[in-house]
């Protein structure tokens, strides 16, 4: 079921696959077990002339015992998901690692903008890039992103980066990622936003450091002159 | 009758008793309702301190008065059931009016308040804080209506004699009004209150 | 009185505005089945424009994303409030509660008329929506503000008031038949019909009864404040003054999460029902199977949060409501481990109800298995909002609404209409429906885990979807033919209603006590007496007795199990 997910890019996309097939493991051996013990039952315990079925109400705990006894099982697998899970998710959601780059992203409906600090590295001062649509990035660097959304609630996500996270209008919304190989990858909304959601693409431009300052150098040249 | 089939069992409860559960059954989803709603006030309000000014456009004096109406047609819808039970017909119409006539006197207030705010410009539209107290306050007026409209119907049964082989809806009319008085006394602290 | 059950009944009486507990199951059933035709062809449409993208579809046109979005919410609005609902919840309860207990109508029967009124003036209400200026609501069916609360984000105003009308008019009509359901149980159960001899369905179908009735409360409070957002101009979920669009998501999902146990408690209900039956065995584990209803019940208060992982709430939130999603999977264990255990050693008749019973357990449990993804916060991070999903939602949906209510269905048809359906039909029915159910929608995991993302109107819009062009056409292919494969149903349902052989009283041998009624009961159901109940529900193949069932009705001894005991 997961041999197609999209080709991953990020340093933690490898843990949240981890989870998906560590998941997959578990539910897969309870899905062939039980679907194979019904269609046994089934086939085992048709109706044959003669052969009454035993009566068994399964009120003691004698009878019980295989069901407490699967149950137990159970409940020690929901703890080993939930315990990775923890970890996984405490790295992506919750411990931000300060970043080396830090964006701003402007969603409305029904487009990218991408703010950048530009030179002196503060937000609302003169030499602010604003990029539409396009989001460059340099590899290996932690990208900080603060996102935002001027009127109804967007999802900014990266699919290669295994990120997603949902924009709510009026709050400044963290997220990070970082990336491992060049190349140019997808950015979509996640979230119905309306009309055009559909159409509420943009792109992932990963370069490599010296790429990315001079794509930094370029578009400043471009907006100041 | 539907329900007159019963009575070959006498081992299950009374139709009085079935009727009596689905009010407080009715009683538990409106406090759902209102729970929503007061709770989502809650956490408004505590995230929103610089709302105790706008707590201070209401009046404290009018809102106690109508709390104080609200207590006293409580009152009287109890002796209308005590006078019920006891079969006194006079009393039960006397005390059922009374407690409508009340709710009337609770709803013209709240709408003289309404007046007040609107003639401010303290419109639904002007602010989140006047968003919630026009919809908690409204919604609660809107359940007086409907408790006033019950006890008035009780009423002309009552004046036309009618009233004794119902006699339990006074009981049941009386449930649903101490409800509505309940919700006030958590919506009038909530709103006036907390400036 | 006018509808006297003896005298003569005029016909807008008997069928229109009855208050036979019977009469208003069938205007249910037959309200929700209507619904349903409405509920596939949004499907349909739906599904052509994904398999055929930007070409016009039969019967219909050009599927443009205005009207993709407003598909998308009608679809799942009419199918779970407007199929779900009325079939799962209103149809059963109505008819097979009183029967099972042993009373002779709703506690209330005239409320009963009242909510199936106001539940077909809600249906109207949401229907009329496709046809006012500016279209169908379009906001998804969880309605999320701002994108729903102002007419500016997506140019549907009376839409949107309509929307939010049938739903507050559906509430007050579930509210309302939930008081008498629950009113009948508790008060109407004839002598000996203690509560733990309350035959299955009848406990699922009060589950689910209260699941709706503790949950629906804020969301009716929010409903309130979504609509004046819309019509009064007040902001409460809008930031720009002041709301917080987060408010409804936390109201709709602490409603959205016992819903969907609304839907799924009655169709396990049915199969439970079912199981005994046909493999002639008492239920296994009847207490634990009530007692972890119970506990799922409490459980799915206080999960909601897990469809908000990503929403923006705190991250910190995530953790706690991942740890009580997942351990939801442990009172569902007992549940379908007593389910197989029950037809171990049994003696199995594959009947047509039979096989819907089965086949709901083989694609429930797909359902169940996957919904631990989600469960999961960090692996939604990846999954939430793909068609990993929309197939998860469906492998619960579906097999509750249609594996379960089909097996309801058929499993009461005689009593419900004093016929016998035709089993070659049922059976077609049913293989049709499960082999190109799981064509659909089992292909779809695969395509949101490669990173389809949901409520997208045109997919040939990514790159990354190119690979899947002919899974998707292929994916709606089956789907059509799923939808083709009703009309067995269809005809079998009518056909069989008015030229079906007659059916006796007990056709299943089965004991509860609705199989002591004639098929179809008069109205009052029993004659002059009320049953009274000796036994548990299940006493099947006992072996003090050469008869391979007890009724609960017949005046014997308790053998063993606690089942039979008071
Ligand atoms: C005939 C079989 C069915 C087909 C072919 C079908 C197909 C679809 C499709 C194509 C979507 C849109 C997915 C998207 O774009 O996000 C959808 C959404 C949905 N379906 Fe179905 N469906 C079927 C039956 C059902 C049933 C029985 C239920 C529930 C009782 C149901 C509930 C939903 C819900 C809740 C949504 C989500 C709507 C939203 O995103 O707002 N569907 N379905
Ligand atoms: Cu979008
Ligand atoms: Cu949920």
Same mark, same amino acid.
């Given at each position: 079921m997961f041999n197609n997910l999209p080709q991953n890019i990020s340093t933690y996309g490898a843990d949240i696959d981890g989870i998906l097939y560590l998941i997959y493991a578990i539910v897969g051996f309870f899905f062939v077990t039980m679907e194979g013990y019904l269609v046994y039952a089934v086939v085992r315990y048709r109706r044959r002339e003669g052969v009454r079925a035993v009566y068994q109400t399964g009120e003691t705990w004698r009878e019980m015992r295989w069901v407490v006894g699967l149950v137990a099982v159970v409940v020690f697998l929901d703890f080993l998901i939930d315990f990775r899970g923890a970890d996984t998710w405490a790295k992506v959601k919750? +411990?931000?690692?300060?970043?080396d780059v830090e964006i701003l992203v402007k969603a409305k409906q029904f487009a990218w903008t991408f703010v950048y600090p530009g030179? +002196?590295?503060?937000? +609302?001062?003169? +030499?602010d890039l604003t990029v539409p649509r396009i989001l460059h990035v340099p590899v290996h660097r932690k990208i900080r992103l603060t996102l935002t959304s001027e009127d109804v609630i967007h999802s900014f996500c990266l699919p290669e980066v295994r990120l997603k996270q949902d924009i709510l209008p009026g709050r400044r919304t963290p997220a990070w990622f970082e990336v491992t190989r060049t190349g140019t990858f997808s950015l979509v909304c996640a979230e119905l936003c309306g009309l055009g959601h559909t159409k509420m693409l943009g792109v992932l431009e990963v370069h490599d450091d010296s790429g990315y300052e001079r794509w930094l150098a370029e578009t400043a040249k471009e907006m100041f002159e | 009758m539907d329900g007159a089939a019963h009575s070959d069992s006498a081992q299950m409860p009374t139709a009085h008793f079935t009727a009596k559960l689905a009010i407080w059954w009715l009683i538990g989803s409106e406090i759902m309702i209102f729970g929503g709603l007061i709770g989502s006030f809650i956490l408004f309000r505590l995230a929103r301190p610089q709302w105790a000014e706008m707590a201070h456009h209401l009046s404290v004096p009018i809102g106690s008065f109508n709390t104080l109406i609200l207590l006293t047609s409580s009152y009287t819808m109890v002796r209308a059931f005590v006078s019920s039970g006891r079969r006194d017909r006079t009393a039960t119409c006397w005390n059922l009016l009374v407690t409508a006539l009340l709710g009337l006197t609770f709803l013209c207030v709240k709408g003289y308040e309404y007046a007040g705010k609107f003639s401010h410009g303290y419109y639904p539209n002007a602010g989140l804080f006047w968003a919630f107290y026009f919809t908690m306050t409204g919604l609660h007026a809107l359940h007086v209506l409907i408790g006033i409209i019950a006890i008035l119907i009780l009423f002309v049964f009552g004046l036309r004699d009618r009233l004794w082989p119902i006699a339990s809806r006074v009981e049941f009319t009386g449930l649903y009004w101490h409800f509505v008085d309940v919700v006030w006394i958590f919506l009038f602290p909530l709103l006036y209150l907390t400036s | 009185m006018t509808n006297d059950p003896h005298g003569p009944q005029k016909f807008i009486w008997k069928y229109i505005l009855s208050t036979d507990h019977k009469m208003i199951a069938k205007q249910y059933l037959l309200t929700g089945l209507v619904m349903a035709l409405v509920g596939a062809f949004t499907a349909y449409l739906m599904r052509w424009q994904l398999g055929y993208p930007n070409t016009n579809a039969p019967g219909w046109g050009l599927v443009t994303p205005d009207k993709f979005n407003m598909l998308v919410t009608m679809h799942g609005t009419i199918m779970v409030f407007f199929v779900g609902m009325p079939l799962l919840v209103a149809a059963l309860s109505n008819f097979v509660i009183p029967l099972q207990i042993g009373a002779r109508d709703m506690a209330f029967p005239r409320l009963n008329m009242l909510s199936y009124w106001i539940f077909v003036l809600s249906c109207v209400a949401l229907l009329a929506s496709f046809f006012v200026? *500016? #279209?169908?609501?379009? *906001? *998804?069916?969880? #309605?999320?503000?701002?994108l729903s609360a102002s007419?500016?984000?997506? *140019?549907v105003h009376w839409g949107m008031v309509l929307w939010i009308t049938a739903l507050a008019l559906e509430f007050a009509s579930f509210t309302m038949g939930g008081i008498n359901y629950l009113a009948t149980f508790m008060?109407?159960?004839?002598? #000996? $019909?203690?509560y733990f001899r309350v035959p299955m369905a009848t406990w699922f179908l009060i589950g689910a009864s209260l699941a709706f009735f503790f949950s629906v409360g804020p969301l009716i409070a929010g409903a309130v404040m979504l609509l004046l957002d819309n019509v009064a101009g007040t902001g409460f979920y809008i930031p720009a003054q002041g709301g917080e669009p987060l408010l409804w998501q936390h109201l709709f999902w602490f409603f959205g999460h016992p819903e969907v146990y609304v839907i799924f408690l009655p169709a396990v209900g049915c199969v439970l029902e079912i199981l005994p039956v046909f493999s002639r065995k008492p239920i296994f584990g009847y207490r634990a199977i009530v007692w972890s209803m119970g506990a799922a019940l409490a459980l799915s208060y206080i999960v909601w949060a897990h469809h908000m992982f990503i929403s923006g709430m705190n991250p910190r939130l995530a953790t706690p409501f991942s740890i009580t999603t997942i351990l939801i999977s442990v009172p569902f264990a007992v549940i379908i481990f007593c389910m197989l255990a029950s037809l171990r050693q049994g003696s199995i008749r594959l009947d047509t109800p039979m096989l819907w019973g089965l086949g709901f357990l083989a694609t429930f449990l797909i359902g169940g298995l996957t919904g631990i993804f989600l469960g999961s916060a960090s692996a939604d991070i990846y999954l939430h909002d793909t068609y990993f999903v929309v197939a998860h939602f469906h492998y619960t949906f579906f097999p509750s609404v249609f594996f379960g209510g089909f097996a309801g269905i058929y499993f009461w048809y005689p009593k419900l209409f004093g016929r016998r359906y035709n089993e070659t039909l049922g059976k077609i029915h049913f293989w049709m429906t499960f082999i190109f159910f799981n064509a659909t929608f089992w292909p779809i995991f695969r395509v949101g885990a490669g990173g389809m993302l949901r409520r997208i109107a045109d997919p040939t819009q990514y790159r990354i979807l190119d690979q899947f062009k002919e899974m998707n056409s292929m994916i709606s292919v089956a789907a059509f033919i799923l939808i083709l494969g009703q009309v067995p149903f269809v005809w079998n349902f009518f056909w069989s209603m008015f030229r079906g052989p007659a059916a006796d009283a007990n056709p299943w041998r089965a004991g509860t006590l609705e199989w002591l009624a004639p098929s179809p009961p008069p109205h009052g159901n029993w004659g002059p007496g009320l049953p009274t109940v000796y036994v548990g529900p299940y006493e099947y193949?006992?072996?003090? $007795?050469?008869?391979d069932f007890v009724p609960q009705y017949r005046p014997v001894g308790v053998l063993g199990g606690p089942a039979g005991q008071a």
């Open positions: 919750q +411990d931000f690692p300060s970043g030179a +002196d590295g503060q937000f +609302d001062t003169k +030499d | - | 200026p *500016g #279209g169908a609501p379009a *906001g *998804g069916w969880t #309605g999320y503000p701002p007419e500016q984000y997506t *140019g008060c109407l159960r004839v002598p #000996g $019909m203690t193949s006992r072996p003090d $007795m050469a008869d």
